[in-house]
């Protein structure tokens, strides 16, 4: 079968959601969105002006929302301390976005191919399997703790690189959301492709993954934001400093200059390290915002 014609059917079946240019009938909804818009935004402000109080802004009664004298001071205690770090942060750097990057791939590669296999072949159990991913949708990742800790023992993966890895691959709401997805598709693009002789293999490469980029970019954030803030597994299953992640270290960091006589200084190197780590969530958000959209508002495709 040739590759133009799997184009084909997913050029026909693809569209955009947002609309062209600006019409008057729109402004109803921004003078409603606008606020809810500056309210969403409040969290954000306050993690930028958090990072930049000096302590008596960061210890003022009642509390300031928005910093009055900036400062870097918080930013330089925090360089400083890491400068002390018996391991280089780098290393840590380095692990978390090793991390992020192969569990993302990873992730996708594993959701959109079960998703595929659940929306659109059919084998025993179908049904069954997906009810098992609902239910598990239910139960958050503190409820599992010691169930996940007994399998990572008994498969060997403590201390390891792949424990960061294998375990976050098992993402119930990535499957749910590309499943319901692909289920939009019609039935007959996909036995079209078949009668022309496309393989599995080739109608999911060359008509899913362009069909369902929008749900897929959604998934890359919600693996990245879970990958790279979590501290609980370098704290749970890592022995070795040179396995353990960025946001672990940061972690410690700040809760061991937060005690004592280090309070002061401790708040403020917490602050800014909660910036630091919040930057790059907002970045990947804000690469693939529009793709995040066009999967909460629509399918993406035409009935």
Do not use: C
């Not at 002006?49 to 003022?60: C, G």
């Not at 770090?85 to 569990?103: D, K």
């Amino acid at each position: 079968m040739k590759k133009k014609g799997l184009f084909h059917y997913s050029a026909i079946y693809s569209s955009g959601i947002n609309p062209k240019g600006f019409h008057p009938s729109q402004l109803k909804f921004y003078i409603l969105l606008l606020p809810l818009a500056a309210l969403m935004l409040l969290p954000i402000i306050f993690i930028f002006s958090n990072a930049f109080k000096p302590p008596d802004e960061l210890f003022a009664f009642p509390p300031r929302f928005f910093v009055i004298n900036p400062t870097f001071k918080n930013f330089s205690d925090l360089f400083s301390t890491m400068s002390t770090s018996g391991i280089p942060v780098s290393r840590y750097l380095f692990n978390s976005i090793v991390i992020a990057l192969v569990t993302i791939l990873a992730s996708i590669l594993v959701s959109s191919t079960a998703a595929y296999a659940l929306s659109k072949l059919n084998f025993k159990l179908k049904k069954t399997i997906f009810s098992v991913n609902t239910v598990a949708l239910m139960f958050v990742p503190i409820a599992v703790t010691i169930p996940r800790f007994l399998i990572i023992n008994n498969l060997g993966l403590i201390d390891t690189f792949w424990v960061h890895i294998l375990p976050a691959l098992a993402m119930p709401v990535g499957l749910f959301l590309l499943k319901q997805f692909i289920d939009v598709i019609p039935n007959e693009v996909i036995e079209a492709a078949r009668i022309d002789g496309a393989s599995d293999f080739q109608i999911y490469r060359m008509i899913i993954l362009p069909l369902i980029r929008p749900a897929i970019a959604t998934i890359a954030i919600l693996t990245f934001q879970a990958t790279w803030n979590d501290a609980g597994i370098s704290s749970l299953y890592i022995n070795k400093e040179g396995l353990k992640t960025f946001a672990f270290y940061l972690s410690t960091l700040t809760a061991t200059t937060s005690t004592g006589a280090n309070t002061v200084a401790g708040q403020g190197i917490a602050a800014a390290a909660a910036l630091i780590l919040f930057l790059p969530n907002l970045i990947i958000f804000i690469l693939l915002q529009s793709q995040v959209m066009s999967t909460m508002s629509h399918s993406g495709l035409k009935g």
